[in-house]
């Protein structure tokens, strides 16, 4: 009996397309989603659709628990406190690593343009460049292990980011500015005051966040940000 392949790349189209409309929120925390329905929205085989839900279960795209249909994934505030504080303990380490080199990413610096390009167009949903500048970060630290580690949180950070962008809570200048501050706390290989502004950055973020998913924001989210002159605070 002849094997049954899947062909890889029209798996891959489909778990990328899915995965837009998840950031995007055309499909929406809690939305079913079955082989039938990837099926015939893509016409494709079932045996394809499966292999994609499969994967987006394992990217944590989807929720699948105790072989029940497939959803997608619906983060709470205290999911949003553990992927940043997650990020906060991995990422404040690698810009300690970073300033001991005295060694400022090119590609984080460009992502930071991008992102006050976009910001000068009036564009508040970042999401992607922003998510380029932190992944940069990382992988000049040039450690495979590390940089797998950080990738595998890397659709949660990213619909995270995309929530509170999408929601012009925080203005991409304080992004801009504080990841400005960043790269020049790491070419002066001040490691320490780096990964404090690092926290500050993240914890903003993150309680921002659990405050719109259904939590109490804690104080950080209306810490002025001290890359901004007179601490300047964009909240909504």
């Known amino acids: 009996m002849a094997r049954q392949l899947t062909v890889t790349s029209v798996v891959d189209a489909v778990v990328n397309d899915l995965t837009a409309l998840v950031l995007a929120k055309e499909l929406k925390p809690g939305d079913a989603l079955t082989e039938v329905d990837v099926a015939e929205r893509y016409d494709v085989a079932r045996a394809t659709a499966k292999a994609a839900i499969e994967r987006l279960v394992a ?19 205290d999911d949003v406190r553990d992927i940043y504080n997650t990020r906060i303990y991995l990422e404040s380490e690698v810009l300690r690593r970073l300033a ?16 006050g390009e976009l910001w000068a167009q009036g564009v508040w949903d970042i999401t992607d460049p922003d998510m380029r500048f932190h992944t940069c ?10 940089y797998a580690m950080y990738r595998s949180l890397a659709f949660e950070v990213k619909l995270c980011m995309s929530q509170l ?9 304080i992004i801009v500015a504080e990841h400005a501050k960043l790269l020049e706390l790491v070419e002066a290989g ?19 966040l659990a405050g719109m998913l259904g939590g109490t924001a804690g104080p950080e989210a209306f810490q002025p ?8 605070l964009w909240v909504g």
């Open 59 to 77: 990217d944590k795209v989807l929720d699948r628990r105790n072989h029940k249909t497939a959803r997608v994934v619906m983060l709470g505030a």
């Open 100 to 115: 001991s080199r005295r060694h400022a990413d090119d590609g984080a610096r460009a992502a930071n343009a991008e992102i």
């Open 137 to 146: 970060l990382v992988s000049a630290l040039e450690s495979p292990r590390t």
């Open 165 to 173: 962008q999408g929601s012009q809570r925080l203005s991409p200048e």
């Open 190 to 208: 001040q490691g320490d005051d780096a990964a404090a502004l690092l926290d500050e950055h993240l914890s903003r973020a993150r309680e921002l």
């Open 225 to 232: 940000s001290s890359a901004l002159p007179g601490g300047a």
